[in-house]
């Protein structure tokens, strides 16, 4: 079992919908977690890291982490097609990646 | 600012020769990371540099794979004997550590 799990999609969602990105983890030496996003032919951007359980907010954007499940979620709402990418998340104390999942919008 | 660049941006080589990837970090940034990008495979860890020593050598897949730091900053790639197992993506990314990573574009590599 890999110690992050991730749906590679692609998820294809409606210009506005909300959309909700998933990971699992299986080791529970925990340090962050960390959302990139990345754009097509280029290199993952850090779009948000939280250190705990609970929400973090921040525009469209809301990441959640879930320790007793070991459930990591983002959400955006009124999503655009300029989301279209793939959003990467990590497990920050061994820099464990998961695969991806790839996101499109469409209008 | 300048960003973190990578060189070349394609690499297309036969089986069995060597090549040698090279990344340019932000001024500044003390940490270095190489990761490789394979398709469905995510990111994979290769090595991480905390000025000109790499105290996490443990994702580099053989001893083919080697890499080196200079100066604190620029950072070569080196991979011998190319297998096309080797092909895929291979990002490196700086940052102030600890701190958020900043990616280049990445080169892609593929061994004929």
């Known amino acids: 079992q890999k110690e992050v799990e991730q749906d590679p999609g692609p998820l294809s969602v409606p210009e506005g919908a909300i959309v909700s990105l998933n990971c699992t983890y299986s080791?529970?030496?925990?340090?962050?977690f960390m959302w990139y996003r990345q754009y097509s032919r280029k290199g993952p951007e850090l779009l948000m890291y939280t250190y705990s359980s609970g929400n973090k907010e921040d525009g469209r954007f809301t990441a959640q982490v879930d320790k007793s499940s070991k459930y990591i979620s983002l959400f955006i709402r009124d999503s655009q097609p300029s989301d279209s990418a793939t959003y990467l998340c990590?497990?920050?104390?061994?820099?464990?990646f998961g695969t991806g999942t790839r996101l499109q919008v469409f209008p | 600012g300048a960003g973190v660049s990578q060189s070349p941006s394609n690499k297309v080589t036969e089986k069995g020769k060597d090549v040698e990837l090279r990344c340019d970090p932000i001024?500044?940034?003390?940490?270095l990371y190489w990761y490789r990008q394979s398709l469905g495979q995510g990111l994979e860890f290769l090595i991480y540099f905390q000025g000109n020593s790499a105290p996490d050598k443990s994702g580099l897949p053989s001893d083919r794979f080697s890499a080196e730091r200079t100066g604190g900053s620029v950072s070569t790639l080196t991979i011998q004997r190319t297998q096309q197992e080797d092909s895929a993506v291979y990002l490196c990314?700086?940052?102030?550590?600890?701190?958020?990573?900043?990616f280049g574009p990445g080169t892609r590599l593929t061994v004929l």
């Open positions: 990590v497990k920050t104390d061994k820099l464990i």
């Open positions: 001024s500044g940034h003390t940490a």
């Open positions: 080791n529970s030496a925990f340090q962050y």
């Open positions: 990314a700086s940052s102030l550590d600890p701190g958020e990573q900043f």
